[in-house]
């Protein structure tokens, strides 16, 4: 017997393979704004892009607003959304902050944590993010014994994306130590494999899909031994696979790295073979001049978090020095306390105008590119983030008529999507040439807020 998922899988492969035309009211075609264009789109891709088309073709889907290339959210732990309206408030610090994500951390099954991820990857879709990066990292069973099947936690999680008709890059996560020659904690317990190796042995079980990519990540300097760093850099290697890093996002890890080792957590990284133009560094926050240098020189790309690095106290990262030296920059909503990805745009360069105390550092097409193409790169989809003949159809339009975005004349979409646009402006995101979100409403998740509200009281009941 086919599995209804199976089945509203197979038939939203069959929609995505229809050729059909969509005709965008307003396009933002890499550098500017055109008017009238027209998609073209087969077998889930860009057929041709046709610009100058005054009224819609015959049987075009209509799409008002302003249309962007799909919306990458880089970094994302996707049960951190359950935190939300948690953590916000009183004092603390990113160490007090952990202890309570711990006790959500334990409380999960495979059954929970799909029920959460397609409820929160649902609500990305809603704020037109076509892929999603999850740094995933709770493995096995609370006390550290695997699932029968021993990828069942990662395997919910590819499932809760097609559920909710996004696609995702399971950035499997190696997570050892509780801190520098440190055995895990309780918590920690379910995060590792034991060894590297093990850990290598357990996720190379895992399988590309239509909609989804395996690849890897050290959780941080502090989680993996330094000896068993290349054994991670070295997986990824093999299957060209991106590998993401926590690199430097609080000071105390620096220190720690540097009593331990001698160096920072960005040159053990670079000793031990783990940067590359595959590899991204995520948050990157408290670096010195030589880590931006090996960062930058090594293409070693950057994620920046701004709405969950406020949200913890993190401090500001010093993304214009990092793309400078020749690290592309990505964007990812992190803990979640916000998912719009337009925000974490605008965040980084108000972020760096309260830091330097002057303006445009980015320009907002730029920024742009950081919140798509750039993006779907760092997750291992070259073929996304752009409206271009090839590229995946996947692609976002926002409203150019709401309290938010009414005013600016077309011509400044860019500008308008990044300094005045938000999540709730979203009308329409597509994802291999098929509606995900239609009219502001989610077509493959009836009701999305009840859907997050029934998994995080599960979660916290």
């Known amino acids: 017997m086919t599995h209804p998922h199976q089945q509203s899988h197979q038939q939203s492969r069959q929609q995505s393979h229809a ?8 396009a ?5 704004v055109e008017p009238g264009v027209a998609l ?11 610009t100058g088309i005054d009224a819609p073709p015959p049987g075009a889907e209509i799409l008002r607003g302003l249309t962007l290339p799909g919306l990458a959210n880089a970094h994302s732990h996707a049960f951190h959304r359950a935190l939300r309206g948690t953590v916000q408030v009183g004092s603390g610090t990113f160490w007090t902050w952990r202890e309570v994500m711990y006790s959500f951390a334990d409380k999960l099954t495979p059954d929970s944590y799909h029920a959460l991820a397609r409820a929160v990857y649902a609500e990305m879709a809603l704020a037109g993010v076509t892929a999603v990066g999850e740094f995933h ?17 990662g395997e919910a999680l590819v499932e809760a994306a097609a559920d909710a008709g996004i696609r995702v890059t399971l950035l499997d996560t190696a997570y050892l130590s509780a801190g520098f020659g440190q055995a895990p904690n309780r918590h920690q317990l379910r995060f590792s494999d034991g060894t590297a190796d093990a850990w290598a042995e357990r996720c190379s079980v895992l399988k590309d899909r239509d909609h989804a990519r395996i690849g890897a990540a050290i959780h941080s300097v502090r989680a993996v031994p330094a000896d068993q760093l290349a054994t991670v850099a070295r997986w990824a290697e093999e299957r060209r696979a991106p590998l993401h890093v926590h690199l430097s996002e609080q000071t105390a890890e620096n220190d720690a790295c ?9 040159r053990l990284l670079a000793d031990h073979g ?22 930058g020189g090594s293409g070693t790309g950057t994620c920046m978090c701004p709405t969950t690095e406020r949200d913890l106290a993190d401090g500001i990262g010093p993304a214009v020095a990092l793309q400078r030296a020749g690290s592309p920059l990505s964007l990812g909503s992190d803990s979640h306390a916000v998912i719009d990805l337009l925000e974490e745009a605008r965040a980084m360069e108000l972020n760096e105008r309260l830091r330097t105390r002057t303006r445009g550092h980015w320009t907002a097409a730029a920024l742009l590119r950081a919140a798509s193409a ?7 989809w070259d073929d996304a983030g752009t409206l271009e003949a090839g590229a995946l159809a996947d692609f976002t339009t926002i409203a150019l ?14 500008e308008t999507a990044v300094f005045g646009a938000s999540a709730a402006d979203v009308r329409h995101t597509v994802v291999g040439g098929r509606h995900v979100v239609r009219d502001g409403a989610h077509t493959l998740v009836p009701d999305v807020p009840q859907a997050i509200a029934a998994a995080v009281e599960a979660l916290r009941g």
């Open 137 to 153: 990292y709770v493995h096995h069973t609370p006390d550290g014994t695997p699932y029968a099947d021993p990828n069942a936690m």
């Open 258 to 266: 540097l009593a331990a080792h001698g160096r920072t957590p960005t």
């Open 274 to 295: 783990v940067l590359g133009p595959r590899t991204t560094g995520v948050h990157s926050t408290h670096l010195t001049d030589d880590d931006i240098a090996l960062l």
């Open 401 to 414: 008529d709401s309290v938010r975005t009414a005013g600016p004349v077309p011509r400044l979409g860019a």
């Open 374 to 380: 750039d993006g779907h790169a760092a997750l291992g």
């Open 19 to 26: 050729e059909r035309t969509y005709w965008l009211e307003h």
């Open 40 to 50: 073209d789109v087969k077998d889930g891709r860009i057929a041709a892009v046709r």
């Open 28 to 32: 933002w075609l890499d550098t500017n």
